[in-house]
């Protein structure tokens, strides 16, 4: 039997679903990539992710009732009716206000009325969930207001991001489209987890933005003052909605940099005496920088007020009532940075590669075992026959892997400690996945090239 809450789906939906997906299809196809190769995989990628949307939708109305998304979307209608369908000029105007954060979350709730709705309690009280509220009121109203066609479009909006990524991963590993198209576009998880009306959805997006941004800036070199915009862009989405995923974010982005700056030195004399200066610039900017967005992070902005806040998160999630009874401990936060260092190895671990097949605790997480369980043991076998050493060379030999990895260590720390709870644990995840998991199947591939190479010499 099927369960609906009112307004989660109209049989007009089945009328108009088709519709819009064939014109988001027609507006997919005027933007093929110019390499004859990609094509396939980007119309295949569209519509895998289209489906993740519909699979999300369905599933999350039949096992949660809804969950965060309905609560989501309940609350960008409410903000849509104000601002697009109240006859009142003045409240429109304070809708669109709201919607461009002038008007604070918790002075916005004056303005609702039972007739446009009311946003969810949790959802207006916390700044980074409303957030969401105001960016997807403006899907909601493209949507006719629809909770099926809402979340059909932020999945649509939401594959431009990973696709921008694996253009970025297909051009610096040629040759390697088709495995990168099922670990990145054809990817359950990031399908399922990515392609919702939630905070994840923006985030995965904002995130893999933010590497083609800087792609584009200094290694395409095309269209750098757009790119410069939208990477600021992203990273004020980030900061407003997840802003710890930008603390993992600046120092791989760093290293990043200042890795692919040496490394265009083809001379070794001029690299050793230049690299220090750009060491230095790279960490005084780095530093520049976290000073300027420290007042945006919050309870982020820092170390005493990160390990608050992660001790918070971490006895929220342990609420059975809301997140279910799947909860994991990896060890009590005491407030200290001694004890965070102390934990930190199992939370990775758990970030990375948890859960697994025995800790599933609702049909939601099966596939993100599965893929666990795949990952673990290929990076076992990967590093057993390399060796450690050789493993842990190859990652530094490629920028790109570089900052994967950190950026993976860095997200995967927060996330492994904050979540407690598997059922948060595999949507909160879904930032590190495109990136480890492309890692480790590069640094495969490019160590069994270099064997085969070998073999045919002899």
Known sequence: MLLWLPAQFSFVDLFFAPIYIFFLTIICFRFLPKNPKLIKYYKRGFYFKILGGIIFWFLYIQVYGGGDSWSYFVSAKALCNLTFYDNHILRSLAGIKIILGIIDNLDSVQYFSPSTGYPKFYIARGYNNFTVARLSSIICFISGRSFLISTILISAFSYIGIWKLYKVMTYSFPNNEKGLFYLMLAMPSLLFWGGGVMKDTYVLNATCWIVYNLYAIFVFKKQKILNVVLLIFNVILIINIKSYVVISLLPAVLIWINNFLINRISSPIIKSLVAPFIIVFIATSGFLIYQGVSESLGQYSNLESTINQAKVIQQDLLREEQYGSNSYNIGELDGT???????????????????????VGSPMMVISAIENSILLIFTVLLIIRLNPLKFIKEILSEPLFVFSVLFTLLFGFGVGIASTNFGALVRYKIPLIPFYFTTMYLIYRKTNEKLNNANRKI
Not at 337 to 359: C, D, K, N, Q
């Open 337 to 359: 940075v001694g004890g965070m260092l102390r934990v930190a190895p199992m939370s990775i671990f758990t970030a990375i590669y948890r859960p697994l097949p025995w800790e």
